[in-house]
């Protein structure tokens, strides 16, 4: 079986220290439903890439397990260290926490991490390393019966290969969505069709990247399947040694879906009731989505913003107490995508 990479990225800048909360992360609305969503907390999220940089200040704290599908370190199943730099990135997006005086937050700061190294230093890996990788997120169970609530993968390849749609499909079917980067072979013509797999699979949350304008990126791969949209332009992240980097790519947005699901899934829960299914999941973040005016293969449902719906309530209430019209309460939930 043939190789699978990174998606292509580019690293922008990398700095010693910082104290804040990334654009990105404000971008998308995180802040804003915060103390709705516990920021995350009850959430494992597993970030299927090139491991992490387990001490660093922001991350070590959320690291609940690991494991090492590669052959760097020895095939040492229990070291999953970043020797690239990637996967480190991709999870302080997710989940960062700010622990000391200089350091930043991710989208869900007090989510869990399973941290799955299955790419090496080179940022290659053996289609069947990202197998059982996926394979190993289903079955993981934590000391408490923790289970993963998501799967981020910020890889991709120009090969469909079987096993590698079996193990997605059979995530789903688990009730763990997957969110993937679109790639970054874009040509900036949304009339184009670029696919990367396993993004390319209509079961998966394919992501495409933008720019602090809210412009697509030139480089985000464009077709039927995108679901989405998030910041992916200069990306303030994590970094090795301790460190915080500037980052581009959909692979720098891809991890800010996978860290608002953790958000999304705490309050739509609270509000059902009930743990909901991975469509149901599904459904409930794309409603906190807004169109940027892009064809549907550029942004899919469009920008990720999780406070809109706290957004349309206030204008709601403002109109019905203008109007003297009763409120009605919704919870309808739309479909996945077909």
């Known amino acids: 079986m043939s190789r699978i990479r990174l998606i292509p ?6 700095i010693e220290a910082r104290n804040e909360t990334p654009e990105g992360v404000r971008m998308i609305q995180a802040p804003e439903i915060w103390e709705d969503s516990e920021k995350g907390k009850g959430n494992v999220l597993a970030v299927i890439d090139t491991g992490c940089q387990r001490d660093h200040p922001d991350l070590k704290e959320r690291i609940i397990d690991g494991r090492n599908f590669t052959s760097d370190f020895n095939g040492e199943a229990d070291n999953y260290d970043d020797n690239n730099g990637h996967g480190t990135h991709v999870a302080g997006t997710i989940a960062a926490c700010c622990a000391e005086e200089n350091g930043i937050f991710g989208v869900a700061p007090e989510a869990d991490l399973l941290i799955i190294k299955v790419l090496s230093e080179d940022g290659s890996g053996d289609y069947q390393w990202i197998i059982d990788g996926i394979h190993h997120a289903i079955d993981w169970e934590g000391p408490d019966g923790e289970k993963v609530r998501a799967i981020s993968m910020s890889l991709g390849g120009p090969t469909d290969v079987p096993e590698l749609y079996e193990a997605v499909k059979r995530a789903i079917d688990q009730g763990i969505p997957v969110v993937c980067a679109a790639g ?20 998966v949350i394919q992501v495409g990247a933008i720019n602090f304008n809210k412009e697509i990126a030139p480089f985000s791969n464009t077709n039927d399947e995108i679901d989405l949209v998030a910041p992916g332009v200069n990306i303030l992240s994590t970094y090795t040694e301790g460190k915080y980097a500037k980052l581009s790519g959909t692979s720098m947005a891809t991890p800010h879906v996978t860290g608002a699901l953790a958000l999304v899934a705490n309050i739509a829960e609270k509000q059902f009731d009930r743990k909901l299914t991975e469509s149901e999941l599904y459904a409930q973040l794309v409603r906190r989505t807004i169109p940027l005016g892009y064809p549907k293969s550029a942004e899919g449902n469009g920008l990720l913003a999780l406070a809109i719906l706290d957004q349309f309530e206030k204008l709601f209430q403002t109109f019905n107490t203008t109007f003297n019209i009763p409120a009605k309460e919704d919870l309808s939930v739309s479909s996945k995508k077909s």
């Open 9 to 14: 990225f580019e690293v922008e800048e990398i």
């Open 184 to 203: 970054n072979e874009g040509d900036n013509r949304p009339e184009t069709d670029e696919f990367a797999y396993p993004g390319g699979y209509n079961e």
